[in-house]
């Protein structure tokens, strides 16, 4: 596992592949820098985030996967700046086909929040929403296995 802190950033279009692409960026970044047992929950996650900017903005997103003093922080921005409920008091129902998504980033990361952007900052608005984990491989098996469960596959 590295010790060095490092980032990557993938920019994408607002389009149906992002998800997968993003999926397997985060993948292969964390294979080549040694945080295999991070790797399904990370990808879980940031699918699930990506997915959300894909069905909610209009416009392009980006994925930045930032590794510091031990912790995994991944960030996904999209144009929309509106924020979705972040409190965990909005958590899908068993026949909602919507939210499981950010019950999933509650429930898998260590920490997780998210932000509106100003469009004076960048000259467009939007909000990024982040997560980030740290800890044991058990954690990636516990969650994945929760978030089966939940889903009632």
Not at 74 to 102: E, F, H, M, Y
């Amino acid at each position: 596992m590295s010790d060095d802190a490092w980032q990557y950033t993938l920019d994408m279009p607002h389009e149906l592949h992002a998800p997968r692409i993003a999926r397997r960026t985060v993948r292969m970044i964390l294979a080549e820098h040694g945080l295999d047992e991070l790797i399904d929950t990370a990808e879980l996650l940031t699918s699930e985030l990506v997915t959300n900017a894909v069905r909610y903005s209009d416009g392009p997103a980006s994925v930045r996967v930032l590794w510091s003093r031990g912790r995994l922080r991944i960030s996904v921005c999209d144009t929309n700046p509106k924020l979705p409920v972040l409190d965990g008091a909005q958590i899908a129902g068993d026949d909602d086909d919507r939210g499981r998504g950010l019950a999933l980033v509650q429930l898998c990361a260590d920490a997780w929040d998210g932000y509106a952007i100003g469009e004076e900052l960048f000259g467009i608005g939007g909000k990024l929403i982040w997560f980030e984990m740290v800890g044991p491989a058990s954690r990636s098996t516990v969650c994945l296995t929760a978030a089966a469960e939940r889903s009632g596959r």
